[in-house]
């Protein structure tokens, strides 16, 4: 059982922050979530949501920032910046967590890729998740268009309505990441173990709902708390 730090176990640290990222490894997560869009100059950055307000005292769109001038703010008054991908990778590479980087916005699916293949960890150690179908695409289309390594893909559903696993095939993916209760009634994991898809359910924040998420059969587990007796070998 594969367990990921959603934003670096957001209830825990300030989230999409290095601080998260070195929380997420201490707490024997294996992989650690987090979301990027795009800064001002294209770079990609780590941050959920599309303006800056929640997370920081300043307010405006993420894409009206370059990220330098993210990375001076404070996260949740942590005195964390908003990193860049490509920095959160580097850290993510020195404590040996795997990275599941959410695309929230289409325009940053190629930068996401070339940042991913100019990193220290292994193509393989990365994916790339989206409710977006078109920044899955991108995604797609940007591994066919750079000489390296694909970078993988998983379709985020929020409900069966989404038609998780016929969206994650018609998108190339190799994994599936549902709402977690879409997991523990019907037959969602065993139709996608039958489509040779991993299944990684959001988000828990208890034990005793991960205990029944687990026993559903799911690959792995989004977490915004460490659950220590999920985290596996690294």
Not at 5 to 11: V, W
Not at 142 to 157: E, M, Q, R, Y
Not at 203 to 209: G, Y
Request: net charge negative.
């Amino acid at each position: 059982m594969q367990l990921v730090a959603h934003r670096g176990f957001a209830r825990e640290a300030p989230e999409n922050t290095l601080a998260a990222v070195a929380h997420a490894a201490e707490a024997d997560a294996n992989a650690v979530e987090v979301d990027v869009r795009a800064a001002r100059d294209g770079t990609p950055v780590v941050v959920h949501d599309p303006t800056v307000d929640r997370v920081t005292d300043a307010t405006g769109a993420v894409g009206e920032y370059a990220p330098a001038e993210l990375g001076s703010l404070s996260v949740l008054d942590s005195k964390e910046g908003v990193p860049t991908l490509a920095t959160v990778l580097d850290r993510a590479s020195d404590r040996g967590l795997a990275v599941n980087v959410e695309v929230k916005e289409p325009g940053v699916a190629a930068a996401t890729v070339d940042a991913v293949h100019d990193s220290p960890l292994p193509t393989r150690a990365v994916w790339a998740s989206s409710f977006d179908a078109e920044a899955l695409r991108r995604v797609a289309d940007a591994n066919d268009s750079t000489a390296g390594p694909d970078v993988d893909t998983a379709h985020l559903a929020a409900s069966v309505r989404d038609h998780p696993v016929a969206t994650a095939l018609d998108s190339g993916c190799v994994a599936v990441h549902p709402h977690y209760r879409t997991t523990i009634a019907g037959d969602l994991v065993e139709r996608a173990h039958a489509a040779g898809l991993d299944v990684y359910a959001w988000t828990l924040d208890s034990p005793w709902v991960a205990d029944v998420v687990a026993n559903a059969g799911v690959d792995g587990l989004i977490a915004d708390v460490a659950l220590e007796a999920y985290a596996g070998p690294r």
